[in-house]
């Protein structure tokens, strides 16, 4: 697991902090040459960032090897609670964040430059804390790109891959999702909805939940009496 004392470790090996200077306005440089136009518009200091990586991403033809680091990323801090601490730590040193840089990179297995370029520059720029949502906008590009719709569906319990596919047919059928698009299924549990489901496509919800009928139902009681 990520901790403090690993990236002190890393730290006494790291490359300077030139280096990651250097890597960063390689970054720069790369997404500000050429023009390249986003699938989708992001807001935010992470969606900047997320579109200045699919952008470096596009000129340098590695889209596809990208997004696979950034996914490794992600699940990297999805695995590790105590890594998001670290990066949003506001006393780091030039050391700690040269160290970050190259556990982040050796953890996650990343080998692509583009990847290396991102995280040298968020190091660079005292944005590491902005790491989990960049990874998360990118996601989104690149969702766009590929021509995905994503439906979260939102139950008490984890549902089956039986019942995902079910859903996932019937879905990929209606008109939720457009012409030569690609349904992309996500389960999310949630006790506090009871029973039954949300389903989420796009910018359409659709609530079955057993809480949605239940808060109907005393709307209704209340306002009869």
């Given amino acids: ?9 890393a730290a006494r090996s790291a490359a300077p902090q030139r280096a990651i200077q250097a890597q960063a306005r390689t970054y720069a440089a790369a997404a500000s040459n050429e023009k390249v136009k986003a699938p989708v518009s992001l807001f935010g200091l992470d969606g900047t960032y997320a579109t200045a990586l699919y952008t470096a991403a596009v000129k340098t033809s590695s889209l ?3 997004a696979k680091g950034v996914t490794s990323l992600a699940n990297l801090l ?3 609670p105590k890594l998001v601490g670290i990066l949003e730590a506001p006393t780091l040193s030039a050391a700690d964040k040269s160290a970050i840089v190259s556990e982040l990179t050796k953890s996650a297995g990343v080998s692509g430059e583009t990847v290396k370029n991102l995280l040298a520059a ?3 720029n005292n944005r590491l804390g902005l790491l989990p ?6 996601g989104e590009l690149m969702s766009a790109a590929r021509g995905e719709v994503e439906m979260v569906v939102t139950s008490a319990q984890p549902l089956d891959n039986k019942t995902l596919n079910r859903l996932e047919s019937a879905v990929s059928k209606s008109s939720y ?15 506090d909805i ?4 949300i389903v989420e496509v796009g910018e359409r919800t659709i609530d079955l939940s057993v809480s949605a009928k239940l808060a109907k139902m005393n709307k209704l009681l209340t306002d009869t009496l």
């Fill in 1 to 9: 697991m990520f901790s403090r004392q690993a990236v002190l470790r």
């Fill in 64 to 66: 596809e090897p990208t």
């Fill in 78 to 80: 999805a695995k590790d």
């Fill in 122 to 124: 968020l190091a660079e």
């Fill in 133 to 138: 949502g960049v990874c998360a906008k990118f």
């Fill in 177 to 191: 999702v457009g012409d030569g698009k690609k349904l992309k299924v996500k389960n999310q549990v949630n006790p």
């Fill in 194 to 197: 009871i029973g039954g489901l």
